[in-house]
């Protein structure tokens, strides 16, 4: 059950770690240098991919302490950005209608636009829960 200012999920995060030489669980808690450096070097040629498995706990908390909670979920919309974002699904969910369509109609801006959530997705939920 999640708490109050709970806004990323460790089994989410755990779940993304699998795919983790990409960077995904560094994205989604918010530390996309690292996830960048993890996605172009293989998650450190897998070292640094084995020792988040124990630093996933830690990212979490950073991550309930950084984000804001509010009534868009950041673990849906991560799951929806991973596995769907090249669709604009997660915009769609954000109630980004235009972009989202955008996105569907062009495979996320040809891709760019998909890379630029997975830097900035964290921020742009933070925003819009924080305008309520």
């Known amino acids: 059950m999640a708490q109050e200012g709970d806004t990323h999920s460790k089994l989410v995060g755990y779940a993304l770690w699998i ?7 560094r994205f989604y808690y918010g530390k996309p240098v690292t996830g960048t450096i993890w996605f172009f070097t293989l998650g450190l040629l897998g070292i640094g991919w ?3 498995l124990f630093l996933i706990p830690s990212m979490d908390r950073q991550a309930d302490i950084r984000f804001r909670p509010g009534p868009v979920n950041y673990s849906i ?4 950005l991973t596995f769907l974002g090249l669709f604009g699904i997660h915009r769609m969910y954000m109630g980004k ?3 989202g369509l955008l ?4 495979l996320g ?3 760019i636009g998909y890379l ?4 900035t997705l ?7 829960n924080g305008s309520r």
Not at 19 to 25: E, L, R
Not at 77 to 80: K, N
Not at 122 to 128: E, M, P, R, T
Request: net charge negative.
């Open 19 to 25: 795919f983790g030489f990409t960077g995904s669980h």
């Open 116 to 119: 630029y959530d997975y830097w």
């Open 97 to 99: 209608w235009f972009t």
């Open 50 to 52: 084995l020792i988040d």
């Open 77 to 80: 919309a991560w799951v929806l």
């Open 103 to 106: 996105y569907l109609v062009t």
């Open 122 to 128: 964290n921020d742009q939920i933070a925003i819009k």
């Open 109 to 111: 801006l040809f891709g």
